[in-house]
């Protein structure tokens, strides 16, 4: 992890702001989905990309009745027809 060389005080309501250069740079937007990670002391924030409800995995993902399903997991499905 490379620091940013930024700093930034947190809010009364727990808020940061992620400076504008920061948003350009990684392409997020007003309304964007952001993960919130922990890992040891460290908090981590990502864009949000939605994982398979089953295995996990992250590709080839889409949404199925308010759900997100791979296509690897979906053509197990489909095989169990």
Do not use: W
Not at 12 to 35: A, C, F, H, T
């Amino acid at each position: 992890m490379k620091p940013a060389g930024v700093v930034r005080k947190v809010d009364q309501l727990g808020r940061i702001v992620l400076p504008k250069s920061l948003r350009k740079r990684y392409q997020m937007n007003e309304g964007d989905p952001v993960e919130i990670l922990v890992q040891g002391d460290h908090i981590i924030l990502e864009r949000y990309r939605p994982r398979c409800v089953f295995c996990t995995s992250m590709d080839n993902v889409s949404e199925f009745k308010d759900r997100y399903v791979c296509g690897v997991c979906m053509n197990e499905m489909q095989g169990m027809l």
